[in-house]
């Protein structure tokens, strides 16, 4: 029996606590909907411009491959190797996740720039995007696929990409990293940043508007930079470079201070950004989530501990705001701001497939399976009944937002990895 098959099989058992006893109008049960997210996935891996090999597109609308999410998307793709019998001569998912990777490390400028996406025909430089930090989606890319010189080369990419936000992102010389424009965190249409433009002028990531709202210190870039940090150190003693390996473990401890003291809002329980006048932006978003996603608050210190304890019971667990019946809203669901009605790429509201996907790397961690497999579930029979990989959802109704021509990688990638965990298949 092929594992595949061993999946479905322990799909199966799960009874009605996971499949719908009657069948989705959308997809007619969870092999087909199985079945045609590899397909997606499958159609998704193209070439892209001034890197002629195949990578992992993010689909749908999108033609091309973004830091703030593709080489996240390409190894959860690699961690579905076991499950993925490729075809004959055809590249492995191992092999699109390390040139996925790579396209942006090949791409990057001298003075250690990376691109903030990669599409078929452009590469753009106009804001930084980040979310996932590619150091640390690298380094667990590099235990998979064990290539030392993948390895070295991603140590030295990360670590110049670094030393760039030092110097471009720090303006205000708080340690902390600034945003500058609305790109630069990937939440399109955010009411985050209303008023903000959208790209930095002249398409140069370097410079920032003349708009008295920005820069403004970031939770969610911060701890990305964070995260690689902690990805670097990691590469860094991997390598036999220790004395590297602390100095990128003290400053990861640097800029984690400095989120927890600078951009933590007791009142609200709530990260938030910091304008330049010194005032949060009150406005309630999935940044939070994001640091969670880089485990920037600790479990073993009484006080952070408090901190989870408090961000989760008042804002992400609370039914009227973040835990919704379609985890999460990119806009908690009582604050003013959130978007109605939801349009299409919109971070003003809507449940990003992106954003579930990005809960595998941390619900677990703060000990959340059980209101992961909640999620999961809601997801897993969201999808089914769209029969469809779109975009994004409403949190309330499930209902996957329109028109979109779907084939989106993130969506079909949470639908694989939720399948993988709420069967428990034999690997």
């Not at 979109?404 to 990895?417: I, K, R, V």
Request: charged share 20%; aromatic share 10%.
């Amino acid at each position: 029996m092929q594992r595949r098959d061993l999946l479905y099989g322990s799909v199966a058992l799960l009874g009605a606590g996971f499949l719908h006893s009657q069948a989705p109008a959308g997809f007619s049960d969870s092999r087909t909907a199985w079945d045609a997210a590899l397909e997606t996935l499958r159609s998704n891996i193209q070439p892209v411009a001034a890197y002629g090999r195949p990578v992992l597109l993010e689909g749908s609308t999108y033609r091309g491959t973004w830091l703030e999410c593709g080489p996240h998307e390409s190894l959860a793709y690699a961690q579905l190797s076991d499950f993925i019998q490729p075809l004959s001569g055809a590249i492995t998912p191992l092999q699109v996740a390390e040139n996925t990777h790579r396209a942006f490390f090949a791409l990057q400028r001298p003075n250690g720039q990376l691109p903030a996406n990669v599409k078929t025909h452009e590469v753009g430089w106009k804001a930084i995007q980040m979310v996932v930090p590619i150091a640390a989606t690298a380094w667990e890319l590099s235990q998979l696929n064990r290539n030392q010189r993948f390895l070295e080369d991603a140590y030295q990419a990360c670590a110049r990409w670094d030393n760039w936000l030092c110097l471009y992102r720090n303006t205000r010389g708080t340690g902390l990293v600034e945003a500058f424009c609305t790109y630069d965190t990937g939440q399109d249409h955010s009411p985050r940043w209303a008023g903000v433009a959208n790209a930095c002028p002249g398409d140069d990531a370097a410079r920032c508007p003349p708009d008295k709202s920005v820069p403004r210190l970031c939770p969610d870039l911060s701890a990305t930079t964070f995260g690689a940090r902690v990805a670097l150190s990691a590469m860094a003693a991997a390598l036999g470079k220790n004395a590297e390996s602390q100095r990128w473990m003290d400053q990861a401890e640097h800029i984690r201070q400095l989120i927890l003291t600078r951009l933590w809002c007791e009142e609200d329980a709530s990260f938030y950004d910091v304008d330049p006048a010194g005032n949060f932006v009150r406005i309630r978003s999935v940044a939070n989530l994001r640091v969670l996603g880089e485990h920037v608050l600790r479990r073993e210190n009484r006080h952070e501990n408090a901190m989870f304890q408090q961000l989760w019971k008042r804002q992400l667990s609370n039914p009227t705001a973040y835990w919704s019946p379609y985890p999460f809203p990119s806009i908690a669901l009582d604050d003013p701001t959130f978007v109605r009605p939801i349009p299409r790429n919109s971070w003003g509201g809507a449940s990003q497939a992106l954003t579930a996907l990005r809960t595998l790397r941390w619900m677990d961690f703060y000990g959340k399976e059980a209101e992961s497999r909640q999620l999961m579930s809601a997801w897993h029979n969201a999808i089914l009944r769209a029969g469809a990989f779109y975009q994004q959802l409403d949190p309330i109704s499930g209902q996957f937002t329109q028109p979109d021509p779907g084939g989106y990688s993130p969506c079909a990638l949470a639908f694989l990895h939720f399948v993988k965990r709420l069967g428990k298949p034999n690997p």
